[in-house]
């Protein structure tokens, strides 16, 4: 606090009387702050704007407000003060009453000091007010200011504060005005350069920065001292905000992969069109919400749940047909199983062209995938998080669909070992098609996940294909604990990598990498045991 307890007192005392003081009186002490602005000097606009937040008058907000927004024009004639309303009609700026002649008028100038002034001037006028949002505002409007006229202000809304988020940031705004007051002495300024380094985000890097040259030495050590430690904090945490991103991209991989790990397991098969799969399972999406958009608009909160057993039917069911129509007749013929699945792959991406156009579809948010917010300085969008989660859920899942039906007992042995499968009478033909079924089906609800992240597009899939395959061959074939952490690894790593070589250099470093391990490990981090498996 600056020492001043004489000042403060005054201060003190005069808010509190012009609060007390009734509303007429209010409103005629303002008069000469109102007209102080019908002027051409800056400085005398600014002041007249700072005492005039501090006045309490009723009048002071929209006064104020239609400065901010260029609407505060004065008669020359006698200086009479009045705001211009949206319409275009004229209101006194004193009494807030309709005026029916104005006259010829000129707008009260602004210049970057009057825009400090009213920043300050709304900061104080809203610390006090009953929605803990616009107090909120208010104390980060001060603390970018630093206009020490709401010193006073800021200081009465500190010991009536009862929300402890709402009162550091007041605290911090405070922290930030004496910093910045060279009338404080050398011990107020270094311990509020300590609350501004318990802030720790950009702005208090920005706000300790501006300090001027002409600054006590020890306080500009103290500032670059607490510069120093910030920067070194927020470098964890865009460390820690790189992992969360990294997460993130691993879901997203681990969703696009987990399909073709099931069938590049069981099958053998390079699915060159798995990537379609995710496509199809995002159109799904798309043309779930046009036909809910058309036919019950308010469901489209719950779209997304009412799209994903339908792009895991869709996409399952084109998985059954190329499997049955293509993939059966190519057993043991891995090229061109590739080359016919690639094929696919092209058939499909001309067949949506054709269907949907070859622009991006729109594809709604839902409302509850809306917005973000803070853990310290870690920022979560909700839309990564339900990905995060919904990818968590689909594996789960299809682990236990794997370990608890007869199906999955199925899927594995023949995994494990086809012809012993067969030899005790598992279709394996048939366990094939289901299969393909499945991973297709999975590829589907990642197309759901991703059309909320992603353009929606007929090359969606093309952008997850080689990533999938480097999932699954880095974790190992057919192993979903392998994919997940094989995802879950790449997905950091790329991201870790980003800043420092950048996006295409930093997936080039992670081909690198897998490459090199496969040649220490071909089975990958998970091999897959059975006795025929080679």
């Keep these: 606090m600056i020492r001043r307890p004489g000042l403060v007192a005054l201060l003190a005392a005069l808010l509190t009387v012009v609060l007390l003081a009734p509303p007429s009186a209010r409103a005629q002490d303002a008069a000469p702050l109102i007209q102080r602005m019908a002027t051409e000097t800056f400085n005398d606009i600014a002041g007249a704007v700072a005492a005039l937040a501090t006045s309490g008058s009723p009048r002071a907000a929209p006064v104020i407000e239609a400065l901010r927004d260029n609407r505060l024009v004065y008669r020359q004639a006698d200086r009479a003060v009045f705001i211009r309303e949206a319409s275009g009609s004229f209101v006194s700026a004193l009494t807030g009453e309709p005026v029916t002649d104005a006259g010829t008028t000129r707008p009260v100038r602004l210049n970057n000091a009057v825009r400090r002034a009213i920043d300050a001037a709304m900061g104080a006028l809203t610390l006090m007010n009953p929605d803990p949002a616009r107090?909120?505002?208010?104390?980060?409007?001060?603390?970018?200011?630093?206009?020490?006229?709401?010193?006073?202000?800021?200081?009465?809304?500190?010991?009536?504060?009862?929300?402890?988020?709402?009162?550091?940031?007041?605290?911090?705004?405070r922290a930030a005005v004496v910093v910045a007051s060279p009338e404080a002495n050398e011990a107020d300024r270094i311990t509020a350069i300590g609350v501004i380094q318990r802030r720790g985000d950009q702005d208090a890097l920005r706000m300790l920065g501006s300090l001027p040259a002409t600054a006590p030495p020890r306080v500009r050590e103290a500032a670059e001292s607490a510069s120093v430690a910030i920067r070194r904090t927020l470098a964890v945490w865009e460390a820690v905000q790189n992992v969360w991103y990294g997460l993130s991209l691993g879901s997203v991989l681990l969703l696009a992969a987990i399909g073709l790990a099931i069938t590049f397991g069981v099958m053998g098969v390079i699915n060159m069109a798995h990537g379609e799969m995710v496509m199809i399972g995002a159109y799904t999406t798309f043309v779930v919400q046009q036909v809910l958009r058309t036919m019950a608009p308010g469901l489209m909160d719950v779209s997304l749940f009412i799209a994903l057993p339908m792009a895991f039917l869709v996409a399952g069911a084109i998985g059954i047909a190329i499997e049955r129509?293509?993939?059966?007749?190519?057993?043991?013929?891995?090229?061109?199983?590739?080359?016919?699945?690639?094929?696919?792959?092209?058939?499909?991406?001309?067949?949506?062209?054709?269907?949907?156009?070859?622009?991006?579809?729109?594809?709604?948010?839902?409302?509850?995938?809306?917005?973000?917010?803070?853990?310290?300085?870690?920022?979560?969008?909700?839309?990564?998080?339900?990905?995060?989660?919904?990818?968590?859920?689909?594996?789960?899942?299809?682990?236990?669909?794997?370990?608890?039906?007869?199906?999955?007992?199925?899927?594995?042995?023949?995994?494990?070992?086809?012809?012993?499968a067969g030899a005790m009478g598992i279709r394996t033909n048939w366990v094939d098609a289901f299969t393909f079924g499945l991973g297709s089906g999975i590829a589907g609800l990642a197309g759901v996940a991703l059309s909320q992240i992603d353009n929606v597009s007929p090359n969606l899939g093309q952008g997850y294909i080689i990533d999938s395959f480097m999932v699954v061959v880095f974790g190992g074939v057919g192993n979903l604990w392998g994919t997940l952490v094989g995802a879950m690894t790449l997905g950091i790593a790329n991201k870790l990598l980003e800043p420092y070589a950048g996006a295409v250099l930093g997936k080039i470093l992670l081909l690198v990498f897998i490459i090199l391990f496969i040649q220490k490990r071909p089975r990958g981090l998970f091999a897959l045991k059975g006795r025929a498996v080679e």
């Design 135 to 173: 107090r909120a505002a208010a104390a980060e409007a001060v603390f970018k200011s630093r206009d020490a006229s709401a010193l006073p202000a800021l200081e009465q809304a500190i010991g009536q504060e009862r929300d402890a988020r709402i009162r550091i940031l007041m605290e911090e705004a």
């Design 325 to 420: 129509l293509i993939i059966r007749h190519l057993y043991g013929r891995p090229l061109e199983t590739l080359l016919a699945t690639w094929g696919v792959s092209l058939v499909l991406q001309q067949a949506v062209r054709s269907w949907f156009g070859p622009t991006n579809r729109e594809v709604t948010t839902p409302s509850w995938m809306s917005g973000s917010f803070e853990v310290g300085h870690l920022a979560i969008t909700a839309n990564r998080l339900a990905i995060i989660i919904f990818a968590a859920m689909v594996f789960a899942a299809l682990l236990l669909f794997l370990k608890r039906t007869p199906f999955g007992l199925q899927t594995r042995a023949v995994t494990q070992n086809r012809r012993m």
